[in-house]
Each structure stands twice: as C-alpha cells, then as structure tokens.
C-alpha cells in the first residue's frame, strides 16, 4: 500500500501535535524532516522496527566517533547526534500510519533512547577529556570533564527508570516527568534547552564551531544534574502520597 505525505502528518492525534508545538526544534525542524524520511521508509517497505534498529545505530555510531580522539571524526558524530533524534521519530510515524503498534515496537523504541541517553554526554565528556585542559592552581582537573558526562547521562536515564518502575508498582501513579500537559512557560522553556530532542542538538554544533564544548558541556551537567534530581523528588513525593492514602 502507498502512503501519502498527508497520511503520515495525519497519523498524528492532536494532543501529540500539540507536545510538539511546545518544542520549537521539534516543530520546526524534527518532525518534518521526520514525516519525509518516513514517507521514504514506507517507500521501501521498512517496518518500524527496523526504523528503530537504524535509530539506535545512528545514536551509537555518532557517540564512538565523538569519542575517538581525533577531532576529524568529531563533526560526523555531531552530526549523526543530531540526526538520531529524527530518525528516533520515523519508527513511532510508521507504526500509526500503518496501523502496525506493538507492545514490543515501544519496547524496542524506549531500549533504544536509553542506549542513547547513556551515551550521549558520557561521549562528550570523552571528546572534551581529549581536546581541552582543565587547570585550577596548576592542578590538572580534566578528568572531570568525563565526570561531568557520566553524571550528566545519568541524571537523564535515571529519573526515567525510577518513573517507570513507578509506574508498574502503584496503578494510580499519575507522572509528572512524562506528562507535559499543562506546562508552564517555565517548563517550557526547559524543555527546549534541556529536551533531547530540542535545541541542546543544534547548540551542540554551535559549541563544536565556537570551540566551547567544554562550556557546553558544563552547562548541560548543570541543566540536567538539576532536572535530575528535581524529577526523581517528584516522583518520589507521589509515591509517598500513593503509599500514605493507601494506608
């Protein structure tokens, strides 16, 4: 069967259209890049399966050539980053418009974006490690540049499995890291800075071009360190919630 541009914009519902909006990285640049390379997959017949299989290569492909220490290889992995995001949202826009979901296509898609958040900072950590120095009163500090990404990547996973595990264990749980309905402008905007998906991609080439990575790098330990520890109190202030009404 032959799908239609239309059909694959259309395969969106309208609240999902809406979490878009809120991103402008999303909106503008993700997700029709995204539609296009679907309306091509669907050409060639791919599943979104195998959407998400060419996603996880993309992400982990991109992380070892930043991680190599030869700068040649740095803006290929930039770029392979920042592509991984959009080919992270072919595999969900296959499985709507053919109407092929699974529980182990979701599955697959969520194993997929922990392989890459893994990676991801504990990559330019390395690369940073590799091309900057870090000296405070004559003493050599650039380890902690890898610190920095390790602690960066995992205050992104972490919040997420501590949600999850959540989830499974107390059925009236209601997320408030996963759910963006009704963010406030504030959120909002974290959500474009500090998103995955949004503008850290683009300011990442911004930093490599400028020679700031190691800025970068700083900030988003910061940004998301923070995030990290703001989401895990909340979820386990519902839980303490949860488990005090069930008494």
Request: charged share 15%; aromatic share 14%.
């Amino acid at each position: 069967m032959e799908y239609s541009l239309k059909q694959i914009i259309d395969s969106r519902t309208p609240h999902k259209k809406y979490i878009d909006k809120l991103d402008v990285w999303v909106f503008l640049v993700v997700r029709p890049l995204s539609n296009l390379l679907t309306w091509f997959f669907l050409k060639l017949r791919l599943s979104a399966n195998i959407s998400t299989a060419v996603s996880t290569i993309i992400g982990t492909l991109g992380a070892f050539l930043i991680m190599i220490p030869s700068t040649k290889f740095t803006l290929s992995g930039l770029i392979l980053i920042n592509f991984w995001i959009v080919f992270d949202c072919i595999d969900g826009n296959i499985a709507r418009t053919t109407r092929t979901s699974s529980k182990m296509g979701e599955f697959f898609d969520g194993v997929s974006g922990y392989i890459f958040l893994s990676l991801l900072y504990l990559s330019i950590g390395v690369n940073v490690y590799n091309n900057y120095s870090l000296e405070i009163s004559n003493v050599d500090f650039t380890w902690l540049y890898i610190a920095f990404g390790s602690i960066t990547s995992m205050s992104c996973i972490l919040p997420r499995l501590i949600d999850n595990k959540a989830k499974t264990m107390f059925s009236n749980y209601s997320s408030d890291v996963s759910n963006k309905d009704g963010y406030s402008i504030i959120y909002i905007i974290g959500l474009n800075i500090a998103g995955v998906a949004g503008l850290a991609n683009p300011l990442l080439l911004v930093a490599y071009f400028t020679g700031k990575l190691n800025l970068y790098l700083v900030v988003y330990f910061v940004i998301q360190t923070g995030i990290g520890f703001l989401s895990v109190y909340k979820t386990m202030r519902g839980i303490v919630v949860l488990n005090n009404e069930g008494e």
